[in-house]
């Protein structure tokens, strides 16, 4: 048996009293160094988490708020038909850092804001 399973094979003695006692110190101390070790990796892993989870929280509700006002800005533009309003509204829900941007932007830019985005997407109109 011992030359098919080689040290593997269980012998029904308790492995402390097969092993000195000087060789069972050095692996507690090899093992304390390891639990050590795997405690602090776990540490940095969960504050790496923690650290990542807040971020990712705040970026998904930072960007999506629309402005409540920004239909009324639009339906405000003239020479735009109501059809063109909902299609930048549209656009602009769907990107709310430019909403943001076109919000402080002063009416006439707001007006050049509409027509670049006119000949941007539909160009030839």
């Known amino acids: 048996m011992q030359t098919i399973f080689g040290n593997t094979m269980a012998t029904g003695c308790p492995l402390v009293m097969i092993m000195p006692q000087h ?19 776990i540490a940095a892993f969960k504050s790496v988490g923690d650290t990542l989870s807040s971020a990712i929280e705040k970026v998904a509700t930072g960007d999506t ?15 735009f038909e109501q059809t063109h309003i909902s299609l930048y509204l549209n656009y602009l829900v769907a990107h709310p ?20 985005f006119v000949s941007e997407k539909f160009p030839g109109v």
Do not use: C, M, T, Y
């Not at 304390?32 to 795997?38: I, M, V």
């Open 23 to 41: 060789l069972l110190q050095a692996r507690s101390g090899r093992r304390q160094k390891r639990d050590s070790e795997e405690e602090g990796l």
């Open 65 to 79: 708020d629309v402005l409540d006002d920004l239909f009324d800005s639009l339906i405000n533009l003239p020479g």
């Open 97 to 116: 850092h430019i909403v943001r941007a076109f919000n402080k932007l002063p009416f006439d830019h707001k007006l050049i804001w509409a027509r670049n």
